[in-house]
């Protein structure tokens, strides 16, 4: 997948009081701009009662945490001066002592030392691995209260950062309950592993640190550290056949007779950088295939051919690549690709639609829940089935959402960055016999004056966007199209709320305004266990 550029709401939203706030602060980091406002907004109110209270680095505070913002940190206020604090890993009614690590504008974030007693709701986490691992970080949290969690966080950003009123008879029933997840183990068809140096490990367990080639990692990484590696024989999110090729590959890849290194993210020697597994359906019979990609630093085939022998003997594998990347940074993404057994592609079955899903290409990580995704998609759309309408789908992937709706319209046009996906969106509508759909690459962030005259005014926008969000340059656009309906998938509320507010309400500072009106905002969840909330919005031109 391409990089992103990371514009913010910085540039959008210059002269908002939200945003002063915004500027002040940073939570989190500066890719994700919007995430930090909207912590930010959920803090403003009430103010802390003692402005000059701060607690100093280092020092512990007893705290009990109140609720859960986005991305999952604990939301705590210091007793009697009601000043925020944020921790990760905290959650709701758990009392700790907490050590403040870093202080910000109007919070600090602390590190939990020590649990006194824990929260409500708490569970037993089926993973060993879940108090250290980045990846799952409320699995001892019960799933309900994850769930209420998730659809408190969206309510908060809707009313402050999208600035629609709770008071809004209607607002209830625009807000919908979250839709949960049925499966909330191995979900997840594509899990991405790391290789490093050396194996992180906590505290408690630094007397195992072993040395030389036992202490390499191959793991997902400790939370916030992009070179700490928690080694990981298995993932409970990842299929069970993923398992089996994982455990298969962690069996042997450190053998000294194989000569296999892990890079080093630091000195940026050695050669295995990351192991990426995703898992497809073959078509025929409908049982997990499975692709294994190795990611690295260089081309050496013969390296990587003991492990290749070893795991293209597990049935569910059709597919081992090499991608080859040589830049410094932590991307999967490789510069060339090799395949070294079976296809280039595995395939998956969605909403009746067959896709063939290459190592770079986006495809929903919960294939599952996609298809209740993809359905409450179809249902905002409000398609007539007629045939006669034209759908544009923006941020298309390899075309999914278009493609499924293209057999109740006349014609769907898709536009997608990354030229991977867009041969993909192609193939996947040959391969399913679909002709009315036109896929495009193309950089919605970098739209010109001519954007839209490549095609006729559609009845029906789609757009997806990746976690910034939708770009002024294209918010404008869509102001000045307006089509009857747009449908908003996001990953990301924030930002979503964000862009919600200037379809709505319009760009004050820019004299634009907005013209349409929110008529449903669903949440739903796509990955238990993690902080990660998608929503689907529907707009109507008012
Ligand atoms: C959340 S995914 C949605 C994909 C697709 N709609 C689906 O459901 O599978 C966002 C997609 O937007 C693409 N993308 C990101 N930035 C883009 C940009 N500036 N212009 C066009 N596409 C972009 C990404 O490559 C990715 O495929």
Known sequence: MATVPTYGLRRLNSGRPWMQNFRRSSILSSAIPAIQDSEESQFDSPKPKTQSYFPKRG???????????????????????????????ALPGERFVGRVTRK????????????????????????????????????????????????????????????????????????????????????????????????????????????????YALGLHAPGFFDKVLNVNKCLLQSEPANTVLAAIQECWRDPQFGLSPYDVHSHDGFLKHLVLRTGRDIKTGLPELMVNFVTSSYKPELL??????????????????????????TSVGEQEYILHGKSAITEILRGLTFQISANSFFQTNTHQAEVLYKLIEDCAGLRGDGS???????????????????????????????????DARRNAKLNSICNATFVEGDLNKIGENFGKDFPKPDVVISDPNRPGMHMKLIKFLLKLKVPRIVYVSCNPATCARDLDYLCHGVVEQNIEGCYK??????????????????VCLLELR
């Open 104 to 215: 910000k504008g109007n919070y600090a974030e602390v590190t939990k030392v020590e649990t006194i007693s824990p929260h409500w709701d708490i569970v037993d986490a089926p993973c060993e691995y879940a108090p250290n691992c980045g990846g799952c970080k409320t699995q001892n949290l019960s799933y309900e209260a994850q769930v209420r969690a998730k659809e408190q966080q969206v309510q908060e950003l809707v009313i402050h950062v999208g600035k629609f009123s709770d008071k809004d008879p209607e607002f209830s029933s625009i807000l919908k309950p979250i839709v949960p997840c049925d499966i909330q183990f191995h979900y997840r068809n594509k899990m991405e592993f790391s290789f490093a140096t050396q194996k992180w490990l906590p505290r408690e367990l630094l007397h195992e640190k072993e040395d030389g080639a036992s202490g």
């Open 59 to 89: 020092q512990t505070l007893e705290l009990v945490c109140e609720s859960l913002a986005f991305k999952g940190k604990g939301v705590c206020k210091v007793a009697d001066t009601g000043f925020v604090v944020l921790c990760d890993r």
């Open 389 to 423: 309408e034209i759908v544009l789908d923006l941020f298309c992937g390899t075309g999914t959402i278009g493609l499924t709706l293209s057999r109740r319209v006349r014609h769907v046009y898709g536009y997608e960055v990354v030229a991977q996906a867009v041969s």
């Open 518 to 535: 929110l008529k449903s905002l669903q949440p739903v969840d796509m990955f238990p266990h993690t902080p990660h909330i998608e929503c």
């Open 305 to 330: 051919k003991p492990l290749v022998e070893k795991i293209s003997a597990i049935p569910e594998v059709v597919s081992i690549v090499n991608n080859i990347n040589t830049s410094v940074g932590s």
